[in-house]
């Protein structure tokens, strides 16, 4: 079955430590995103890719990085300069930029 | 201004009743349109595209309307299984923003 994985589903971060949450597509798709949700707002974007080795900031990078070295995978890393990271992360793919987004079932990341 | 508007809600809706939101975009040379369903604490699924000339997929009916710059979403004959969050996504130059969701609340 083609689809999103995400990992984990439940993440606690300590203070000063930096977390990756895992993202992996088999749908072949090139590009790929991080979404950030809070309850009452919608989804903000963190970062995309539209290939591999390449990637961009969107609304709200700072505090966080990622890598795109495979097609199929694109972590996402919460540094510890990301001062309220206890959010819903999600991760989507689509054909390409612009085209509707497939999401994983997301990581709950809350700070101890 | 905000890019993408929805109102909140929550509509408390009885069962078998239809039930209409709508979408407000801020950019009037936005190409694309969508309706996303999410479900509580889950990850937002693609419900159906929006195309000029409306759209319909059973009970769910979408529209666009470019002069007012809206979308909207119409459930007939609504189920208790329709209760969710309806999140609209407007993408322009290939920027996607999505609203802050309506939720709807099927009543038995």
């Known amino acids: 079955d083609g689809g999103i994985t995400q990992s984990p589903k439940y993440l606690f971060r300590k203070e000063g430590q930096n977390v990756t949450l895992s993202c992996e597509q088999n749908l072949n798709h090139d590009a790929m995103y991080w979404y950030r949700q809070d309850p009452g707002q919608g989804l903000r974007l963190i970062y995309y890719?539209?290939?591999?080795?390449?990637?961009q900031k969107g609304d709200i990078a700072e505090g966080y990085s990622v890598s795109r070295e495979k097609k199929e995978s694109f972590p996402l890393t919460v540094t510890s300069a990301q001062k309220n990271p206890t959010a819903f992360y999600l991760c989507a793919s689509s054909n390409r930029v612009a085209q509707p987004q497939h999401f994983g079932d997301g990581t709950r990341l809350s700070i101890l | 201004r905000k890019e993408v508007e929805q109102d909140p809600g929550p509509f408390n809706v009885p069962e078998g009743a239809t039930v209409a939101f709508n979408c407000t975009y801020s950019n009037s040379a936005s190409q694309s349109f969508f309706w996303y369903r999410q479900d509580c604490r889950k990850e937002p699924k693609l419900l159906m595209s929006?195309?000029?000339s409306g759209n319909e997929d059973g009970r769910f009916t979408a529209q666009l309307n470019r002069a007012s710059q809206y979308i909207s979403l119409l459930i007939r004959d609504s189920k208790l299984s329709d209760s969710a969050t309806y999140l609209c996504v407007v993408i322009h130059n290939e920027k996607l923003t999505f609203g802050t969701g309506t939720r709807l609340t099927i009543i038995p």
């Open positions: 890719s539209q290939i591999v080795n390449d990637f």
């Open positions: 929006v195309y000029s």
